[in-house]
Structure formats: C-alpha cells, structure tokens
Antibody, heavy 120, light 107 residues
Framework: EVQLLESGGGLVQPGGSLRLSCAASGFTFSTYAMSWVRQAPGKGLEWVSSITGSGGSTYYTDSVKGRFTVSRDNSKNTLYLQLNSPRAEDTAVYYC?????????????WGQGSLVTVSS | DIQMTQSPSTLSASVGDRVTITCRASQNINDWLAWYQQKPGKAPKLLIYKASSLESGVPSRFSGSASGTDFTLTISSLQPDDFATYYCQHYNNYLGTFGPGTKVDIK
C-alpha cells in the first residue's frame, strides 16, 4: 500500500525558511516523479512543483520560482520542499503527491497534507 | 498559459440524481485532463485520467467525456458518499493546472 507522510509544517515568519518532508513507502520511490500541490484555506488546489524520479529535473509554478526548491533523497525514500522567503500568500496545506505510472502530472496517491502558516 | 474553468461552481442534488460537471480549457489540450474528488479535510482522490479513463477502484457510476475543449464528469446515480468538491486538472508533462472546483451538496 502506498503511503505518503508529510512533516515539517508550522508557523514561519515572512522572509524566513521552512523545509517540508514527505516520507514515502509501498512503492519503488526512485521510479516515480513526485510533486507538491497546495491548497490555501477555503480555496482550490494549486500545483506547486514536480521532480523527476532521478531528481535530475525540477519544475515550478511561476509564483514560487526562485523561492522554493524541490529535492529528493531516493536512498531515504523522501521528498522535500524548501520554502525560502515565504509570503503570506504561501499559507496553505501542502500535499505531496505521487505520479500515476505513465502520467507524470496525474496524481494517484496523496499525503495527508501539512499546514504552513506564514505570519509575523 | 492554459486556463481551466468549471461550471457550475456549486451544484445541489439529491441521492439518485444524474449529475454533470463541465470543465472548459482555454485552448486545445487534447485529452490531457484528469478529475479529482475532495472531501473536507481530506486529500484529493483521482477519479478519471486522460479525459475518460476510470482509475482503478473508482465506482463505474463515474465517467468522463470530452468534446473539443469541453470536458464532462458525470455521476450516473449520486450516492451519499459522492457529496464533495470536484476538480478538473489539465496536465502536460510535469506541469498541472487545476480548475476552480465544483461543490456538490445536498439538495
């Protein structure tokens, strides 16, 4: 059974930094692209970032380019999202998501979500 | 950039109703469209991919179709477990764009 468990969320000041982690199990982690999707309170879903299975290529939505960094450690079956210089509008529940086989940006498994609150 | 719209934003229905949700792309996206269901406080769940392919384990009352840049999610007979918010998503390689969502609530 696929399991994705996020951690690292919490309160962060504007301009600070925070790192989210997503521990994966139940599948061959290194063979799947992984992504982060967020949801601001009471709002819809927003794709944030994706990374290939090898970690060699990364992709970001325009609003986080240059501030967020996605990475992975395939030896630890863990996905990361480094949030640098977060803004109030980055406040959201952040989900990690696994790509469906053959469809890199279709997400067939999701974590439970980790709340990030950006506030002074 | 491709924009995704959904209609209606809210839909009130009863158990047993046939429900149709529409998603429109601002330009041709072929059939690169998925549908997700989300319940309050829970992660989304994949229902449909490639416009009309049913994800494994999803009940057959859910179906998807496409006509040009218009896409439809149909629930043939609404069940109590189906009251939720539904999102369409255009995907292209590693990038994804979600629609604003359609909330299905009890009439």
């Amino acid at each position: 059974e696929v399991q994705l468990l996020e951690s690292g969320g919490g309160l962060v000041q504007p301009g600070g930094s925070l790192r989210l982690s997503c521990a994966a199990s139940g599948f061959t982690f290194s063979t799947y692209a992984m992504s982060w999707v967020r949801q601001a309170p009471g709002k819809g879903l927003e794709w944030v970032s994706s990374i290939t299975g090898s970690g060699g290529s990364t992709y970001y939505t325009d609003s986080v380019k240059g501030r967020f960094t996605v990475s992975r450690d395939n030896s630890k079956n863990t996905l990361y999202l480094q949030l640098n210089s977060p803004r109030a509008e980055d406040t959201a529940v952040y989900y990690c998501a696994k790509s469906r086989s053959g469809y890199t940006a279709v997400f067939d498994s999701w974590g439970q979500g980790s709340l990030v609150t950006v506030s002074s | 950039d491709i924009q995704m719209t959904q209609s209606p934003s809210t839909l009130s229905a009863s158990v047993g109703d046939r429900v149709t949700i529409t998603c429109r792309a601002s330009q041709n996206i072929n059939d690169w469209l998925a549908w997700y269901q989300q319940k309050p406080g829970k992660a989304p769940k994949l229902l449909i991919y490639k416009a009309s392919s049913l994800e494994s384990g999803v009940p057959s009352r859910f179906s998807g179709s496409a006509s040009g840049t218009d896409f439809t999610l149909t629930i043939s007979s609404l069940q109590p477990d189906d009251f939720a918010t539904y999102y369409c998503q255009h995907y292209n390689n590693y990038l994804g764009t979600f629609g604003p969502g359609t909330k299905v609530d009890i009439k």
